[in-house]
Nanobody, 122 residues
Framework: QVQLVESGGGLVQLGGSLRLSCAASGSIFGLNDMAWYRQAPGKQRELVAGITRGGTSNYVDSVKGRFTISRDNPKRTISLQMNSLKPEDTAVYYC????????????????WGQGTQVTVSS
């Protein structure tokens, strides 16, 4: 099994910055694509940023130029640097990973963290 634990959420003023982190643990054979999703009250969950095993990233248009996703494969972590935050960025942010475990190397599983709250005040 794979566990994902997010950290770094909190309350910040408009224009401020936060850095989210996600640490993967468990009997991990390999981590593939990883991503940050978010869900605001009354809204659908959306993909914010994704990153491949090789480091190629993509972003939803609304955060391009403001957010940066990164990963450290040896440490099995990903981060989301969020700058120039806006009230519309307020949401619960979730870490997501595609991964293989030693128990089932042939299965690419889908794993989620518990989420971390980001609130941007104006």
């Amino acid at each position: 099994q794979v566990q994902l634990v997010e950290s770094g959420g909190g309350l910040v003023q408009l224009g401020g910055s936060l850095r989210l982190s996600c640490a993967a643990s468990g009997s991990i054979f390999g981590l593939n694509d990883m991503a940050w999703y978010r869900q605001a009250p009354g809204k659908q969950r959306e993909l914010v940023a994704g990153i491949t095993r090789g480091g190629t990233s993509n972003y939803v248009d609304s955060v391009k130029g403001r957010f940066t996703i990164s990963r450290d494969n040896p440490k099995r972590t990903i981060s989301l640097q969020m700058n120039s935050l806006k009230p519309e960025d307020t949401a619960v942010y979730y870490c997501n990973a595609k991964a293989r475990t030693y128990q089932a190397v042939g299965v690419l599983g889908d794993y989620w963290g518990q989420g971390t709250q980001v609130t941007v005040s104006s």
